[in-house]
């Protein structure tokens, strides 16, 4: 389906919601001041506990734009799939309930979409800290800080085939994009349902399937950083996390594997797969034997026949990624604690040896340790 100038196709926002009142207006406040004509806005309440039914409620009685579907708790893809299943319009997207979107940002997509020929479009992100001001010299508008790796995904307007550019699977998130419905359809996509990070296995399959996928430079989505640690993906200590995590990771990996192409699955091994195993080897001081085991157990399971030392994570973390696999849980959180009382600015120690430069922990002996898990590349000296 293709779109004339004169007549801009309607764009569905689905936002689910759980138990966010004190940050769905803002939300619902960015998006209803979208410069795009066009706009549809389905709130989908998933059970609610709070008062955030109420809220999307007084929206729709006021904005002809929102309608509000209110379900029992099933969680975020349920409430996302729920949501589609009420929307009308031909180009969709997604905004979670404590999140906000840029005023330009549908345009933008729209316009590489349209160009381009794109089945769907990717832009960059910015984390929001809105507690975060500055001082009394500088902004006090809430902080916004563009990740250096999507700036990197996103570094310039493209349309390509994900053989093209296959670390674009890293960006798997879904409010950054905006889809075309018949594509949607056509492949039939779904969110995964029951599993945190659903996310990922959906993005993975639109990237797959496409025929050509747009990519802009522009942040398109600020992502809320909460300050009390309440978001799903703040709550990475429990087994029912990694065990989501390690599942999602599978069945984007399986996706992967029956496109068939090596390339794709060779950087989708090093430079996707391990992309968040950082957040999670941080953990591994305090982590009790289950959880530590359930982490040691997929490390090995993933990575077990291509080493993370192989991978695009920063030294220290192929480093401890090594140890997992080798078992060496001591060393491990060794390494962890000794990273997580360096300040800030300050990285691991760097040496030189007779086999090349290498990072150097205290209290590790480098003797004991491959020294691909140590070595340092060229970038990294």
Not at 91 to 114: E, G, K
Not at 249 to 264: A, E, H, I, N, P
Not at 300 to 305: L, N, T, V, W, Y
């Amino acid at each position: 389906m293709r779109f004339g100038r004169r007549t801009p196709p309607r764009i569905s926002v689905v936002v689910p919601v759980y138990d966010v009142e004190a940050y769905l207006a803002e939300c619902l406040d960015s998006v209803l001041a979208s410069t795009w004509t066009d706009l549809e806005v389905v709130v989908v309440d998933d059970g609610s506990t709070d008062g955030s039914g109420a809220i999307a409620d007084e929206y729709a009685a006021r904005d002809p734009r929102v309608r509000v579907v209110h379900t029992t708790n099933r969680g975020l893809g349920a409430a996302r799939n729920e949501g589609l299943r009420h929307t009308t319009g031909p180009l969709i997207t997604f905004a979670d309930s404590d999140d906000a979107v840029p005023a330009t940002a549908y345009d933008v997509l729209h316009q590489q979409l349209h160009r381009a020929g794109c089945d769907f479009v990717t832009g960059s992100i910015a984390w929001w800290h809105p507690e975060v001001v500055g001082t009394e010299h500088e902004s006090t508008h809430a902080e916004l800080v563009e990740p250096p790796w999507m700036r990197r995904l996103h570094k310039s307007r493209a349309a390509l085939a994900i053989d093209q550019s296959p670390e674009i699977l890293g960006d798997v998130f879904a409010w950054n994009k905006l889809f075309r419905r018949d594509f949607w359809d056509g492949t039939g996509l779904t969110w995964l349902e029951g599993h945190r990070y659903e996310d990922q296995p959906t993005t993975t399959t639109a990237y797959l399937r496409a025929r050509r996928i747009g990519i802009v430079p522009d942040v398109v989505y600020h992502w809320r950083i909460r300050s009390d640690g309440t978001s799903i993906t703040q709550q990475r200590a429990s087994l029912d996390d990694l065990r989501d995590r390690w599942e999602t990771k599978r069945l984007s990996r399986q996706s992967v594997t029956d496109y068939g192409s090596d390339k794709v699955s060779k950087v989708f091994a090093d430079r996707v797969l391990p992309g968040d195993l950082h957040r999670y080897f941080a953990l591994i001081p305090e982590a009790d034997d289950a959880w530590y085991s359930l982490l040691e157990s997929g490390v090995r399971e993933f990575f077990g026949a291509r080493s993370l030392v192989h991978s695009g994570l920063p030294p220290v973390h192929r480093l401890t990624g090594w140890l997992v696999e080798h078992g060496r849980r001591d060393d491990a959180a060794l390494v962890m604690r000794y990273v997580a009382s360096l300040g800030p600015g300050e990285r691991v120690p760097r040496v030189s040896d007779a086999r090349g430069p290498r990072i150097d922990v205290p209290g590790l002996d480098p003797a004991s340790v491959d020294h691909a898990a140590l070595a340092l590349r060229d970038h990294e000296v």
